[in-house]
T-cell receptor
Framework: ETGVTQTPRHLVMGMTNKKSLKCEQH?????MYWYKQSAKKPLELMFV???????ENNSVPSRFSPECPNSSHLFLHLHTLQPEDSALYLC??????????????FGPGTRLTVT | AQSVTQLGSHVSVSEGALVLLRCNYS??????LFWYVQYPNQGLQLLLK??????LVKGINGFEAEFKKSETSFHLTKPSAHMSDAAEYFC??????????FGKGTRLSVIA
């Protein structure tokens, strides 16, 4: 595997279900991100992990719970979601360095439908 | 805080015509600027980036962008559109130690 992978690619879940999205990066990066992409809305940054530590949480509802066990893996745990949470969830990674930044590399996304 | 404005949510060009996608940014510090492309049902792919080296940046698939500080712009161009260029394009800005901020995107349609 190369780049950033995400599983599953598609997920349909009921509002009472619990599921998890998985992201893995094979690039040796030290930062990972979760984004939400909804129709007709700009990309929304949800969570940022730098060196496995969460450094950003953009007022995301508690029904979304991130986990970063190591610098290569990132999870998004989902529970009691709402229909408006249906969206494409994108994972990204980058190499953050002091005094500069490198571009983010994105995975293919997980298309989530909440019924 | 940084912000990005992409003028035109939808741009349509004929095959072989010039592609021009506009992006203006707001940043209180010298920014890093990026253009990404997203094909249907896929993630975002980096087209090119500006990181304070040359103001004219060449990217993949024949695209290029010019950083104009006086106009706070970073417009994306391609001399001749191809059918395969039809996609959603996102401009993004980042400062040091600040998150990457995306524009709302511009959907490019290419007409045969």
């Amino acid at each position: 595997e190369t780049g950033v992978t995400q599983t599953p690619r598609h997920l349909v879940m009921g509002m009472t279900n619990k599921k998890s999205l998985k992201c893995e990066q094979h690039l040796g990066h030290n930062a990972m991100y979760w984004y939400k992409q909804s129709a007709k809305k700009p990309l929304e940054l949800m969570f940022v992990y730098n060196f496995k530590e969460q450094t950003e949480n953009n007022s995301v509802p508690s029904r979304f719970s991130p986990e970063c066990p190591n610098s290569s893996h990132l999870f998004l745990h989902l529970h009691t979601l709402q229909p408006e949470d249906s969206a494409l969830y994108l994972c990204a990674s980058s190499q953050e360095i002091a005094g500069g930044t490198y571009e983010q590399y994105f995975g293919p996304g997980t298309r989530l439908t909440v019924t | 805080a940084q912000s990005v404005t992409q003028l035109g949510s939808h741009v349509s060009v004929s095959e072989g015509a010039l592609v021009l996608l506009r992006c203006n940014y707001s940043s209180s510090v010298p920014p890093y600027l990026f253009w990404y492309v997203q094909y249907p049902n896929q993630g975002l792919q980096l087209l090119l980036k500006y990181t304070s080296a040359a103001t004219l940046v060449k990217g993949i698939n024949g695209f290029e962008a010019e950083f104009k500080k006086s106009e706070t712009s970073f417009h994306l161009t391609k001399p001749s559109a191809h059918m395969s260029d039809a996609a959603e394009y996102f401009c993004a800005v980042k400062g040091w130690r600040t998150p990457l901020v995306f524009g709302k995107g511009t959907r490019l349609s290419v007409i045969a």
